[in-house]
């Protein structure tokens, strides 16, 4: 059974610096991988989405990369803002189940201090 | 830009009475999705759809129901409302012409309480 984990469940940076944030999943038989944002009582926003053929994507100061061999993800976040204080989720689209499965982390909670 | 509505931010509703959360899209995506989102649980996938009058269970179907009469709306429906499906309830969509490799865009949330 998939399964997917994000470390650390919650971080706190001052404002500029770089970061880091982990996704792992279980069973490297995936379509795909999903980064999300969610802020406070909202729906999730869709950040970036690597295929299972790449390596990594980019959209301005996020980076996502994908090792599907080890079932790791990194989403690095370049010079933090306080507006990026929110919960990322990431998210696998299984290849082995019949119906449309994706499967989510529980989420890392960032707080960007000014 | 990507448009999910769902017209319903936030209802309270009294145990047995019947609840529709409405998801529109603006996108032209043959897939529609119901999930609901619980402290520790995470998302679960209530429903789904791949096209106008199709549906299929996901995960946790039990007390719900839904309808898709047309290709931008997917209403998702609480028979009989009960305590345990106080939620925040979330719509998404997909192009179905990238079933495997499309993006999933999400609506802004509906948070139902029942009392």
């Known amino acids: 059974k998939q399964e997917v984990t994000q470390i650390p469940a919650a971080l706190s940076v001052p404002e500029g610096e770089n970061l880091v944030l982990n996704c792992s999943f279980t069973?490297?038989?995936?379509?795909?991988l999903q980064w999300f944002r969610q802020d406070p009582g909202k729906g999730l926003t869709s950040l970036l989405l690597?295929?299972?053929?790449?390596r990594e994507q980019t959209s301005g100061r996020l980076n996502a990369s994908l090792d599907k061999s080890s079932g790791r993800s990194t989403l690095y976040i370049a010079a933090s803002q306080p507006g990026d204080s929110a919960t990322y989720l990431c998210?696998?689209?299984?290849?082995?189940?019949?119906?449309?499965?994706?499967?989510f982390g529980p989420g890392t909670s960032l707080s960007v201090i000014p | 830009d990507v448009k999910v509505t769902q017209s319903s931010r936030y209802l309270v509703k009294r145990t047995g009475e019947k609840v529709f959360l409405e998801c529109v899209q603006d996108?032209?995506?043959?897939?529609m999705f119901w999930y609901r989102q619980d402290p520790g649980l995470g998302l679960r996938l209530i429903y789904f759809?791949?096209?106008?009058?199709?549906?299929e269970k996901g995960d946790i179907p039990e007390g719900y129901s839904v309808s898709r009469e047309k290709k931008e709306r997917f209403s998702l429906i609480l028979e009989s409302a009960s305590t345990n499906q106080t939620s925040m309830y979330l719509c998404?969509?997909?192009?179905?012409?990238?079933?495997?490799?499309?993006?999933?865009?999400f609506g802004e949330g509906s948070r139902l309480t029942v009392l």
């Open positions: 998404a969509t997909r192009d179905g012409r990238a079933r495997r490799a499309g993006v999933l865009f």
């Open positions: 069973d490297s038989a995936i379509y795909n």
């Open positions: 690597i295929q299972s053929s790449q």
């Open positions: 998210a696998v689209r299984e290849m082995k189940t019949s119906y449309d499965k994706v499967i």
């Open positions: 996108m032209d995506h043959e897939n």
């Open positions: 759809s791949y096209d106008v009058k199709m549906k």
